[in-house]
T-cell receptor, first 114, second 117 residues
Framework: AQTVTQSQPEMSVQEAETVTLSCTYD???????LFWYKQPPSRQMILVIR??????QNATENRFSVNFQKAAKSFSLKISDSQLGDTAMYFC???????????FGTGTSLTVIP | KAGVTQTPRYLIKTRGQQVTLSCSPI?????VSWYQQTPGQGLQFLFE???????NKGNFPGRFSGRQFSNSRSEMNVSTLELGDSALYLC????????????????FGPGTRLTVL
């Protein structure tokens, strides 16, 4: 069975500071893809970053970067220089290369404090 | 490219009625997935369609059904509405190849907010 766990239901960070959101997953697959999605109060789900499991290099997108630890099945998201617009629910997601269904974590609600 | 569109954006129904929600994927995307999002249950997978075929179904009762048309547009239907069906229904599309050929990113629509009274 494929599962995704986000153990931090809520987090907060001061504006301009750095915050890390945790995600672990469980799978027997060797090839898969991992994602972080952001859902602001508008409810529109937005892709933040994507990581292919076969790539050892951690993905980065501007202020967003991941720490992908394949052996530990860990995929954390680091947000640098946090901005008020980063306030949102963040979802970690996983899909095996051989599958066609995404598996989502329960989300982490991040609040950026001015 | 235009994004994923969902209609209607808001819907109010009463118990026992049925409802149909529509999703138009990004042009060229052949896979459409549906999710139910509620505060208590998070994102729950409903079903996924690819080339008019349902490939995966989540753990929902038979009152929830869907279909996909030849132009990849998809509809989901909920019959005999219950209060617990009140939720945000999200549609996501992907340029999925066949399984084993590499997964692709899902892009989400803005959702349909369904309220059942």
């Amino acid at each position: 069975a494929q599962t995704v766990t986000q153990s931090q239901p809520e987090m907060s960070v001061q504006e301009a500071e750095t915050v890390t959101l945790s995600c672990t997953y469980d799978t027997s697959e060797n090839n898969y893809y991992l994602f972080w999605y952001k859902q602001p109060p508008s409810r529109q789900m937005i892709l933040v970053i994507r990581q292919e499991a076969y790539k050892q290099q951690n993905a980065t997108e501007n202020r967003f970067s991941v720490n992908f630890q394949k052996a530990a099945k860990s995929f954390s998201l680091k947000i640098s220089d946090s901005q008020l617009g980063d306030t949102a629910m963040y979802f970690c997601a996983f899909i095996p290369n051989t599958g066609n269904q995404f598996y989502f974590g329960t989300g982490t609600s991040l609040t950026v404090i001015p | 490219k235009a994004g994923v569109t969902q209609t209607p954006r808001y819907l109010i129904k009463t118990r026992g009625q049925q409802v149909t929600l529509s999703c138009s994927p990004i042009s060229g995307h052949r896979s459409v997935s549906w999710y139910q999002q509620t505060p208590g249950q998070g994102l729950q997978f409903l079903f996924e369609y690819f080339s008019e075929t349902q490939r995966n179904k989540g753990n929902f009762p038979g009152r929830f059904s869907g279909r996909q048309f030849s132009n990849s547009r998809s509809e989901m239907n909920v019959s005999t509405l219950e209060l617990g069906d009140s939720a945000l229904y999200l549609c996501a599309s992907s340029a999925f190849p066949l399984p084993g050929q590499g997964a692709d990113t899902q892009y989400f629509g803005p959702g349909t907010r369904l309220t059942v009274l």
